[in-house]
């Protein structure tokens, strides 16, 4: 979090027609709250719509989509990294009121992107010829479903790559709850899709292609907010600059890397467990992927949304609102991702099997093991952030890789014997050596902290809270068995509401605390007005 007196982004809020009329805290707090919205959605709908999917489809056909879901994210792989850096040279220039060349970094990867766009749909194309069918136990009608799957999916990731730089235009500035509210928007009408589809007695594939088409429109959409965060924005082809290609590509490389990193980290998991262990293990691995996914969206909204923010504070050479950031952004996320994982490993027996059946109870001790590795991947999350922004990218880059590398190895070596759970120990130990044992230090020594010093400011706050929320979560559990979710959930939020009242009242010093709560006040009135109270 960063502190109040900050101010970014003046120079282009008087260079660029006033779309920065708002501090960064503004931003950043309307952009955490629009993407916490987009997350409850997102949370509610996947609650409701994943077991009735399941249900509808069969966990062999559901298993089946997730494993040719999963060769479309390695196309992302293609971004090269400009994603991250058109938010960081467009940033850059737009908080030195460069606009003509704002404008021509964004014409020139239309370009780009559009060249991506086309050799990603090439390479989908060899990919239906040559990968599906050779992939192992597949029958033959189920390779013909997953490659009209993967072409249908294919279309979509196309048009992606060029609608890219409208996403640039608008988190450079730092106008976030624009693009969250059209994905809440559009992710309620997928809901709703989806649901019509199945109840009328349709597919996968006619699923698979209707939810393609709503992605689609979606398009459209965040070309509107690009242009209403950027009214300068102007797309032309004949501004396409060579030089800018390779400028933005310098920094890109690495982030290319650190992406292919997290492919191989994560997205390769359950092409290992169905390679070894079949379809129907993949539906299940994939379930609790994707829980373990919810338990870090919920504590890591406001992540994302630090870097534009370093850009800005590294170009003005602002050393304390960086540290600030640090701290800060370390100890909130802390907070949130320790909270959510002591609800989520406390209920997470009950939930697979009241959520999804009985079936999927064998990911429980699997899911432990993401949930505690999701701890060190939010909290570090401020720290990665401020690094990428502030020039370290090559650091991050080869870290990121050695993580990767290391996660196949033993997910590979473990799988056969200890199946699931060897994946998702895989997964964890590279994550807590690289973050805790590497990154965190020289991250830590950039500011000159020890990462003892560091740690004594960020985790008295979390530390608090854990052992009165395990005490509620272990008594509500064997006087009040949950037998639904929704009782799942409401004792769940009881149990997170006596950890973040004990953090709030006892973690928290109170100069700290007050000085969230005047930053809360000023998007949010009525909680500032609570937090000021508990101190």
């Known amino acids: 979090m960063v502190r109040p007196d900050v101010r970014i982004g003046t120079c282009a809020a008087r260079h660029g027609g006033g779309t920065l009329n708002r501090s960064p805290i503004w931003n950043l707090l309307t952009g955490t709250a629009t993407k916490y919205l987009l997350l409850a959605v997102n949370l509610g709908l996947g609650l409701v719509l994943m077991p009735f999917t399941v249900r509808h489809l069969g966990t062999s056909q559901y298993g089946l989509w997730m494993l040719v879901a999963s060769l479309t994210a390695y196309f992302q792989l293609l971004d090269l990294g400009y994603g991250n850096g058109l938010v960081r040279h467009v940033a850059d220039a737009d908080a030195r009121g460069d606009i003509a060349r704002v404008n021509r970094i964004l014409s020139t990867f239309v370009v780009v992107y559009s060249g991506l766009g086309l050799l990603s749909a090439a390479g989908i194309i060899v990919l239906i010829a040559t990968a599906v069918p050779r992939f192992p136990h597949l029958s033959a ?156 969206q919920v504590a890591c909204q406001f992540n994302g949304l630090l870097f534009p923010i370093a850009v800005r504070l590294g170009a003005g050479r602002r050393a304390a609102a960086l540290e600030s950031m640090l701290v800060d952004g370390t100890r909130i996320a802390l907070i949130l991702i320790t909270g959510v994982t002591v609800c989520a490993i406390g209920f997470a027996e009950p939930l697979l099997s009241r959520w999804m059946g009985p079936a999927f109870e064998t990911g429980v001790l699997p899911f432990y093991v993401l949930a505690i590795t999701g701890i060190v991947l939010v909290s570090h999350g401020p720290l990665g952030s401020i690094l990428l922004g502030t020039g370290h990218h090559r650091l991050v880059a080869a870290i990121s890789m050695g993580e990767a590398l290391s996660n196949l190895i033993l997910s ?98 109170r100069a700290v605390r007050t000085r969230y709560a005047d930053q809360v006040r000023r998007v949010l009135p009525g909680a500032g007005h609570v937090m000021a109270g508990l101190s």
């Open 141 to 296: 009608v189920e390779v013909r479903t997953g490659q009209l799957i993967l072409g249908i999916l294919g279309i979509r990731l196309a048009v992606s790559f060029p609608m890219t730089v409208f996403g640039a235009a608008t988190t450079a500035r730092q106008r976030f709850a624009l693009n969250n509210s059209v994905a809440v928007v559009f992710a309620l009408i997928n809901g709703a899709v989806t649901y019509v589809v199945l109840v009328s007695g349709f597919g996968l594939l006619a699923l698979v292609a209707s939810t393609t088409a709503v992605g689609l429109a979606s398009y459209g959409a965040y070309i509107l907010t690009a242009r209403r965060a950027f009214p300068e924005l102007r797309i032309r082809l004949s501004s396409f600059d060579r030089s800018l290609v390779r400028d933005v590509t310098a920094f890109s490389l690495y982030l290319f890397i650190i992406d292919v990193a997290v492919q191989i980290g994560f997205n390769l998991d359950n092409v290992v467990v169905g390679a070894a262990l079949g379809t129907s293990a993949v539906a299940v691995y994939a379930v609790i992927l994707r829980l373990a996914d919810y338990q870090r």
């Open 412 to 509: 590979v070596l473990l799988v056969r014997r200890f199946g699931m759970l060897g994946v998702a120990i895989g997964t964890a130990v590279p994550v807590m050596v690289a973050n805790l044992f590497v990154l965190l230090p020289l991250a830590c020594r950039q500011f000159g902290m020890t990462a003892s010093a560091f740690l004594r400011r960020v985790l008295p706050a979390p530390a608090a809270g854990v052992l009165p929320a395990t005490a509620a979560c272990v008594l509500l559990r064997s006087q009040y068995p949950p037998t639904s979710v929704l009782w799942i959930l409401v004792e769940a939020s009881v149990v997170g509401a006596v950890y973040l009242i004990t953090v709030v009242t006892i973690g928290l010093e």
